[in-house]
């Protein structure tokens, strides 16, 4: 099983940044795409995601404002957030996915907590 742990969440005015992280911990071996989330209309939607070869893919609403990186030897996933907007204020969920040990099983999902971004107008 694996953990995820967020910080960095907080408050802040507008046009300000955070940077959150998250690092996994447990059995990690093998961890692939890790990202953040956070909830839209009831659904939690993607903000960003990032491959374990870097590949990345944002919501159209963060392009160029938000940036996620990664640092595999650690498998912790960062996101910088600049110029944060009040629309921005969500709690913020970590995402990392697992390939399964056999090519008959599915692959694990896991989900931090959350992290509480408040941005304040």
């Known amino acids: 099983q694996v953990q995820l742990a967020e910080s960095g969440g907080g408050l802040v005015q507008a046009g300000g940044s955070l940077r959150l992280s998250c690092a996994a911990s447990?059995?990690?071996?093998?961890?692939?795409?890790m990202g953040w989330y956070r909830q839209v209309s009831g659904k939690r939607e993607l903000v960003a995601t990032i491959s374990r070869h870097g590949i990345t893919d944002y919501a159209d609403s963060v392009k160029g404002r938000f940036t996620i990186s990664r640092d595999n030897a650690k498998v912790t996933v960062y996101l910088e957030m600049n110029r944060l907007k009040p629309v921005d204020t969500d709690v913020y969920y970590c995402?990392?996915?697992?390939?399964?040990?056999?090519?008959?099983?599915?692959?694990?999902?896991?989900w931090g907590q959350g992290t509480q971004v408040t941005v304040s107008s």
């Open positions: 995402y990392a996915e697992q390939p399964p040990p056999t090519v008959e099983a599915y692959k694990t999902e896991y």
């Open positions: 447990g059995r990690t071996f093998g961890i692939d795409t």
